[in-house]
């Protein structure tokens, strides 16, 4: 069974710093990674999505990487702004599947 | 653009009440899912449908039933309510397989259920 963790479970930064967040995943047999970005009381937000041929994906200040033959996948922030303040939440879809597995979360607090 | 909407965002029901929460998508997706999302637990798929018609179960179907009698909608029943079914629900959509598009899930903003 897929299981996708993703540590620190919190994680506070003052503004202007770089930040990685990570997730690990314990099966490598997968079709594609998502990260999704959480704001209090609202749904989920797709961030980047990375399929398994892929090394990476970027978006603005947001780069994420993926290694499948280790299971571990990071989002790397530039620059962080309180703005991105959220809980960031990655999802995994097994290869045989169409439903995601998701980690816990990070939840990022950018001090101002 | 109301992309995926849930009814009610909030809900207190007693031990053994029933109730339905209700997902609607005007993007002409045809994959749907309910998930549930617990503090620490992440999200959890509880049920999923690949078009009009059709449902299946996913990984914490158990007290729970769906119907998706119209493409749009996606409804999700409790039968029998228990306190261990207090979470956050949340629905979703997707283009169908046969799109690049299967791989990219648009929320709903959730509906909190609390059982007392």
């Known amino acids: 069974k897929q299981e996708v963790t993703q540590i620190p479970a919190a994680l506070s930064v003052p503004e202007g710093e770089n930040l990685v967040l990570n997730c690990s995943f314990t099966d490598s047999a997968i079709y594609n990674l998502q990260w999704f970005r959480q704001d209090p009381g609202k749904g989920l937000t797709s961030l980047l999505l990375i399929q398994s041929s892929q090394r990476e994906q970027t978006s603005g200040r947001l780069n994420a990487s993926l290694d499948k033959s280790s299971g571990r996948s990071t989002l790397y922030i530039a620059a962080s702004q309180p703005g991105d303040s959220a809980t960031y939440l990655c999802?995994?879809?097994?290869?045989?599947?169409?439903?995601?597995?998701f980690g816990s979360g990070t939840q990022l607090t950018v001090l101002p | 653009n109301a992309g995926v909407t849930q009814t009610p965002k909030f809900r207190v029901l007693k031990t053994g009440q029933s109730m339905t929460l209700l997902c609607a998508q005007d993007m002409n997706h045809e994959y749907m899912y309910w998930y549930r999302q617990d503090p620490g637990m992440g999200l959890r798929l509880i049920h999923y449908?690949?078009?009009?018609?059709?449902?299946a179960k996913g990984e914490v179907p158990d007290g729970y039933n769906v119907s998706r009698l119209k493409k749009q909608n996606f409804l999700l029943g409790l039968e029998s309510a228990a306190p261990s079914q207090t979470s956050v629900y949340f629905c979703?959509?997707?283009?169908?397989?046969?799109?690049?598009?299967?791989?990219?899930?648009?929320f709903g903003a959730g509906s909190r259920l609390t059982v007392l």
């Open positions: 979703a959509s997707s283009y169908g397989a046969r799109s690049s598009g299967a791989n990219v899930l648009t």
């Open positions: 999802a995994v879809r097994p290869g045989s599947a169409r439903q995601l597995t």
């Open positions: 449908s690949v078009g009009e018609g059709t449902t």
